[in-house]
């Protein structure tokens, strides 16, 4: 039976993940980063079949300790100060687990299990001010927030560690990618989450910021695979996973709200504070050395995954205030 070790496994990314390794047969450890009130929504259903360790990013101690217990074959480094906005408010503490923690994960593999194989999350969000499109895996860099430049950091740091000691390190440079179990502070699902509230007469009106801004927006679903697929081939490189489509916040706010019946025109406020200091205008993926190499496709396609998400949270109010009747729209 193989071992994986699995850093933010209650996230979207690493919920999606420990299933799958679950479903494949694996015994997963999962690192929690040990709080008062630890939230286990997206792992609920199958959290008993998970091998819990304690542990943090910052601290290399707890980090060598986690892969001693585990033992791993694999590790998948998904855990991340990962919201941009927040970045920007905790520059600091978003450096030292979104970048130093990647150097911690690194350095504990070299000295305990320099044969287990390892993923970095990295992000597209590193692109930034973007120098070509589409986006592809020798594209530079121009990272423009907090969050993006300690991922960069992570990512550069996976490289050194592959390159200077031969380890089996390897980053999928995602692009954004949504479910219904993104976080409702994220754009995607704050959109879909006010669709569902407005339909139901919960909500008014919607506040965004900069609705021009274009993403290459996947379902985490079908990514999650990718990252397996990384470490399943015989030498470690980088892969750029994306759909190769760019979509608005405009376009995926209209298809939300249409889904419904609804004009979004009559709700949607643009709103200043919900604008990025240094705004990443256009992210465009390239994936074809991933589809290529190792046979990945997407399956979810955009007005599925925007449809998927607003059909989860219509699910939920409803289930919150069950003597509410909601009218019948086309599907």
């Known amino acids: 039976m193989k071992r994986a070790l699995v850093t933010g496994v209650t996230g979207q990314d690493g919920s999606y993940l420990a299933e799958f390794l679950l479903q494949k047969g694996y015994k997963v450890y999962a690192l929690r980063r040990r709080t ?3 939230i286990y929504v997206n792992v609920e259903e199958f959290k008993d079949q998970l091998e819990w360790i304690d542990g943090d990013l910052t601290d290399l101690a707890s980090i060598i300790r986690a892969i001693q217990e585990s033992d ?35 350095e504990a593999i070299r000295l305990i299990k320099p044969d287990a194989r390892f993923y970095q999350a990295s992000t597209s969000e ?6 070509e499109t589409p986006q592809k895996e020798t594209t530079p860099f121009y990272p423009r927030s907090p969050y993006s430049a300690a991922k960069l950091y992570g990512h550069w740091m996976t490289i050194n560690y592959r390159e200077s000691f031969d380890l089996y390190a390897c980053s999928g440079i995602l692009f954004n990618h949504e479910s219904p179990r993104r976080g409702v502070e994220f754009v995607t699902r704050k959109i879909t989450n006010a669709v569902a509230r407005i339909k139901l007469g919960l909500q008014e009106d919607l506040h965004l910021g900069n609705l021009e801004s274009k993403r290459d927006w996947g379902f985490a679903g079908d990514y999650i695979k990718a990252m397996w697929l990384m470490l399943q081939q015989e030498k470690p490189e980088d892969y750029v996973i994306a759909t190769g489509e760019t979509h608005s916040v405009r376009e995926f706010v209209e298809t939300a709200f249409s889904y419904v019946g609804l004009d979004w025109k009559k709700y949607v406020v643009q709103d200043e504070r919900f604008m990025r200091p240094a705004e990443v205008d256009l992210l465009l993926g390239d994936c074809s050395k991933a589809e290529q190499k190792l046979g990945w496709e997407k399956k979810v396609d955009f007005p599925s995954l925007v449809h998927m998400m607003v059909d989860h949270d219509l699910a ?16």
């Open 316 to 331: 939920v109010q409803k289930k919150e205030l069950p003597d509410v009747e909601v009218k019948k729209f086309a599907m």
């Open 72 to 106: 791993p074959d694999e590790i998948y480094n998904l855990a991340a100060m990962s919201f941009v906005g927040t970045s920007w408010k905790q520059p600091l503490a978003t450096g030292q687990m979104t970048a130093l923690g990647v150097a911690n994960m690194l």
């Open 36 to 38: 008062s009130s630890p």
């Open 126 to 131: 590193m692109f930034g001010k973007v120098y």
